[in-house]
């Protein structure tokens, strides 16, 4: 269980918060209080990833592999946790990298996790985008759950496609796709995609 009452006033992470990226302290407080208090999430979480019996089918979810997670400045503490939990309840490995503005904040909040987890289990990668960047193109990294500007979303979608369908999402490398689509002949998304 994630819920510690008080944590926020007897933690370093609100005022960390307050000094890498100028929220407001009540703010910082109400951030952390908020980030060790995911009791329901973790509920709702629990839930969605049940097997789903459908008439004669059983739906099951399956692990991807790797998982990178470029978080936000704004929300540097809340946001990893939204975007980690998932992906480690899905039983996925996670490689972090907080937004360089807040990099000490997101150091704090991964390494609080993954001194329970086993070893590997959760990553930090700290720089700027270029880290980032490196992260989307490996091809060890099999999926990508990022908050950010419309400008990084852009470019994360040109390495990869993401459909979302309920509460499953799809995600695939580019080159895959192309492969896909040439023998599907959709030449129409093709030339979405890559236009000549």
């Avoid at 109400?30 to 097997?51: H, I, S």
């Avoid at 996925?92 to 070893?119: D, H, R, Y």
């Avoid at 490996?138 to 979302?164: F, Q």
Wanted: charged share 20%.
């Amino acid at each position: 269980m994630l819920f510690i009452p008080h944590f926020a006033f007897c933690h370093p992470l609100p005022e960390m918060i307050t000094k890498e990226m100028g929220k407001p302290l009540s703010e910082a407080i109400e951030e952390v209080e908020g980030t060790v208090d995911k009791e329901e999430f973790l509920g709702l979480l629990e839930k969605a990833l049940e097997p789903k019996k459908h008439d004669k089918c059983l739906v099951t979810r399956e692990a991807l592999g790797v998982v990178a997670i470029l978080s936000p400045w704004n929300f540097p503490a809340d946001e990893i946790l939204f975007l980690m939990l998932p992906s480690l309840g899905s039983g996925n490995v996670c490689i972090v990298k907080p937004s360089e503005v807040a990099p000490e904040c997101g150091a704090i909040v991964v390494n609080a996790i993954a001194s329970v987890l086993p070893k590997g289990v959760l990553q930090l990668a700290q720089g700027d985008g270029a880290v980032g960047s490196a992260l989307v193109a490996h091809a060890d990294i099999n999926m990508i759950c990022m908050t950010g500007s419309s400008a990084t979303g852009e470019s994360v979608s040109c390495v990869y496609w993401v459909v979302l369908v309920g509460y499953k999402i799809y995600s695939k490398r580019i080159d895959n796709i192309y492969h896909s689509m040439l023998r599907l002949q959709a030449k129409r998304f093709y030339n979405l995609l890559l236009p000549t």
